[in-house]
């Protein structure tokens, strides 16, 4: 399959263990936050999002938190699968002069430990 | 099933050959783009197309063309491949309202192109 980086930082869980993976952003204008998966060979997909008036969002199995002073976002997975390995990266939106711009993060490659 | 496909998957070329990736979606959805991405760095928009016949440079528009001619398919070209045009690439689409649209948009699979 597809690699999508040859030096991601890399975090190990046992399967049934919590997940956790952040993000740093960078536009403290940014109104709006995305979660995405990527599994090898295939492209990426939503996971979870969460608009900046929020702190927290949680969905199956998943939470995202955000913190705006430090502008960091992380993303929780509870009960982490074999399923679950994957790179997991952020995306931060932010409108300006009419313009929407998206800026994608580097990623963290999670493995999940049978 | 909702999706977007890409073609080729993978694809080694040489220097200057023109080659043309398909993309094709299933979803009627206005939105459609074309990324890049390499190691260490973030997916970088290439160039995007907000409706037929509208297609607007994205941040990384050298050396690519698209054109829009049908709602469906947006195709990459390259005119005069170079080296450093080597990597992973991906189509999406979406429907075209601004930010919370990005959680309807789906990934093509990718195209894996390499340039010798």
């Known amino acids: 399959g597809e690699s999508v980086g040859l030096h991601l930082p890399t975090l190990s869980v046992q399967e049934g263990d919590n997940s956790i993976i952040n993000c740093a952003y960078s536009?403290?204008?940014?109104?709006?936050f995305i979660w995405y998966k990527q599994e090898s060979g295939k492209g990426p997909q939503f996971i979870i999002d969460?608009?900046?008036?929020?702190d927290k969002r949680q969905g199956q199995r998943v939470t995202v938190l955000l913190n705006k002073t430090v502008k960091h976002l992380s993303l929780q997975i509870a009960a982490t699968q074999p399923g679950d390995s994957a790179v997991y990266f952020c995306?931060?939106?932010?409108?300006?002069?009419?313009?929407?711009?998206?800026?994608f993060g580097t990623g963290t490659k999670l493995q999940v430990i049978p | 099933e909702a999706q977007v496909t890409q073609n080729p998957r993978y694809l080694i070329t040489v220097t200057g050959k023109k080659l043309t990736v398909t993309c094709s979606q299933n979803m009627n959805h206005e939105y459609m783009s074309w990324y890049r991405q390499d190691p260490g760095l973030g997916l970088r928009q290439i160039y995007y197309?907000?409706?037929?016949?509208?297609?607007d440079k994205g941040d990384v528009p050298e050396g690519y063309k698209v054109s829009r001619k049908e709602k469906r398919n947006f195709p990459l070209i390259l005119e005069s491949p170079s080296p450093n045009q080597t990597s992973l690439y991906f189509c999406a689409s979406r429907p075209r309202a601004p930010g919370t649209g990005l959680r309807e948009q789906y990934f093509g699979p990718g195209t894996r192109l390499t340039v010798t």
């Open positions: 536009n403290s204008a940014s109104d709006y």
């Open positions: 969460i608009r900046s008036n929020m």
């Open positions: 995306a931060e939106n932010v409108v300006s002069g009419g313009y929407q711009k998206v800026t």
């Open positions: 197309s907000m409706n037929v016949e509208v297609t």
